[in-house]
């Protein structure tokens, strides 16, 4: 005759795992969900803070050997969903919640950024996350380019609705001038244009927008960050010095508007050449230097690939037309790390838990 398993002792075990950037127990977090016992088979769910957990698999393989460990258990069944935690700030000017604003900036023009803010909110819609990208660089608006969108959806009324693009909504002043029409913005206009992106875009609800913004430290990125509470922003640089002091005073900027900072991306990294050697073009390392300098996160090295460039103007981001590539995963890799740490800034802002550093 078997035992006969209880979900008390279930718990107990799970109770044991730690989730590993939260520093805290699967049940203490109360992250297990719909736990059945039929015969001692047991069946569960993890909710994770994220769908684009990077230690998914970690955690499912620590519940698991867990839960076995209970006497009479034959067999466990797990399955995975996501609720992305609200980072607590108010955002007045939204008529639907948005529960995380992530700002994509760099000090200077040509490294990246809208590569880097495209691939980002790619790689979270391909995860499950429901993902909007504002394209903020109303001087030179290319996302639409990059996606491969001509025109906005028609205005309900008085609200704009974002056009559509690989499972993430978007917004561009690119979609609201003329092709070829010069952009010549004063303060005062630059301000209304995006608090009009805030205020009059039906975005629904959203677990991330991602907000690419116009490169260096002027109007824009005050204006936004001053009407747009953001969770955190993430500086895009090449490894080369000019490009590093650049990122450093945008860094600063954001520590100045005391917005955190989630982590620094170096792009352009490295070429890797056919016969196995690989050539540092921008120099090697700035980014790390530059991370360590400054005591935040390096969330990762893009390395270089025409296929980008290509992409970019086809309309067809990197992680979808070559979803395995090196650029493809180092990409998706820095996704996940910005969710992880945005979901942890959260969940530490509201329950005090400990912060742990993205490594």
Same mark, same amino acid.
């Given at each position: 005759?078997?035992?006969?398993?209880?979900?008390?002792?279930?718990?107990?075990?799970?109770?044991?795992?730690?989730?590993?950037?939260?520093?805290?127990?699967?049940?203490?977090?109360?992250?297990?969900?719909?736990?059945?016992?039929?015969?001692?088979?047991?069946?569960?769910?993890?909710?994770?803070?994220?769908?684009?957990?990077?230690?998914?698999?970690?955690?499912?393989?620590?519940?698991? +050997?867990?839960?076995?460990?209970?006497?009479?258990?034959?067999? !466990?069944?797990?399955?995975?969903?996501?609720?992305?935690?609200?980072?607590?700030?108010?955002?007045?000017?939204?008529?639907?919640?948005?529960?995380?604003?992530?700002?994509?900036?760099?000090?200077?023009?040509?490294?990246?950024?809208?590569? !880097?803010?495209?691939? $980002?909110? !790619?790689?979270?819609?391909?995860?499950?996350?429901?993902?909007?990208?504002?394209?903020?660089? $109303?001087?030179?608006?290319?996302?639409?380019?990059?996606? =491969?969108?001509?025109?906005?959806?028609? #205005?309900?009324?008085?609200?704009?609705?974002?056009?559509?693009?690989?499972?993430?909504?978007?917004?561009?002043?690119?979609?609201?001038?003329?092709?070829?029409? #010069?952009? $010549?913005?004063?303060?005062?206009?630059?301000?209304?244009?995006?608090? +009009?992106?805030? =205020?009059?875009?039906?975005?629904?609800?959203?677990?991330?927008?991602?907000?690419?913004?116009?490169?260096?430290?002027?109007?824009?990125?005050?204006?936004?960050?001053?009407?747009?509470?953001?969770?955190?922003?993430?500086?895009?640089?090449?490894?080369?010095?000019?490009?590093?002091?650049?990122?450093?005073?945008?860094?600063?900027?954001?520590?100045?508007?005391?917005?955190?900072?989630?982590?620094?991306?170096?792009?352009?990294?490295?070429?890797?050449?056919?016969?196995?050697?690989?050539?540092?073009?921008?120099?090697?390392?700035?980014?790390?230097?530059?991370?360590?300098?400054?005591?935040?996160?390096?969330?990762?090295? !893009? #390395?270089?690939?025409?296929?980008?460039?290509?992409?970019?103007?086809?309309?067809?981001?990197?992680?979808?037309?070559?979803?395995?590539?090196?650029?493809?995963?180092?990409?998706?890799?820095?996704?996940?790390?910005?969710?992880?740490?945005?979901?942890?800034?959260?969940?530490?802002?509201?329950?005090?838990?400990?912060?742990?550093?993205?490594?």
């Amino acid at each position: 005759m078997t035992n006969t398993v209880t979900k008390e002792a279930v718990l107990a075990a799970l109770s044991k795992v730690q989730e590993p950037e939260l520093h805290k127990d699967l049940v203490t977090l109360n992250m297990i969900r719909a736990l059945e016992i039929k015969d001692n088979i047991v069946s569960f769910t993890i909710m994770l803070t994220t769908p684009a957990c990077p230690l998914k698999t970690q955690i499912e393989k620590e519940a698991r +050997q867990a839960v076995m460990s209970v006497e009479g258990i034959k067999s !466990v069944s797990i399955k995975f969903d996501s609720d992305v935690p609200n980072d607590g700030r108010m955002r007045g000017l939204l008529s639907m919640p948005i529960r995380n604003a992530i700002a994509v900036g760099s000090g200077k023009g040509g490294v990246g950024k809208s590569t !880097v803010s495209v691939n $980002i909110a !790619v790689a979270l819609a391909q995860s499950g996350a429901r993902v909007g990208l504002m394209d903020a660089d $109303i001087y030179g608006p290319n996302i639409p380019t990059m996606l =491969g969108v001509e025109r906005l959806p028609p #205005p309900k009324g008085q609200r704009l609705i974002p056009a559509q693009a690989y499972g993430l909504k978007m917004i561009s002043m690119g979609l609201l001038v003329k092709p070829g029409q #010069p952009l $010549i913005w004063r303060g005062p206009m630059l301000n209304s244009a995006i608090r +009009q992106f805030l =205020g009059d875009v039906e975005w629904g609800e959203l677990d991330y927008l991602i907000v690419d913004l116009p490169p260096g430290t002027g109007d824009a990125s005050l204006s936004l960050a001053q009407a747009l509470p953001l969770s955190g922003a993430v500086i895009v640089t090449l490894p080369q010095l000019v490009s590093l002091e650049d990122a450093s005073r945008g860094l600063n900027m954001f520590r100045t508007l005391e917005v955190p900072i989630l982590g620094i991306v170096e792009n352009m990294s490295y070429l890797d050449l056919p016969d196995g050697t690989r050539m540092d073009i921008f120099g090697s390392g700035g980014g790390e230097q530059l991370a360590q300098a400054s005591q935040t996160n390096f969330l990762g090295k !893009v #390395p270089i690939d025409q296929n980008v460039r290509i992409g970019g103007d086809s309309g067809k981001p990197i992680l979808v037309s070559y979803p395995e590539s090196p650029v493809a995963n180092a990409l998706r890799e820095i996704a996940q790390k910005v969710a992880a740490q945005v979901s942890v800034s959260a969940l530490s802002a509201k329950n005090e838990l400990p912060i742990n550093i993205v490594e």
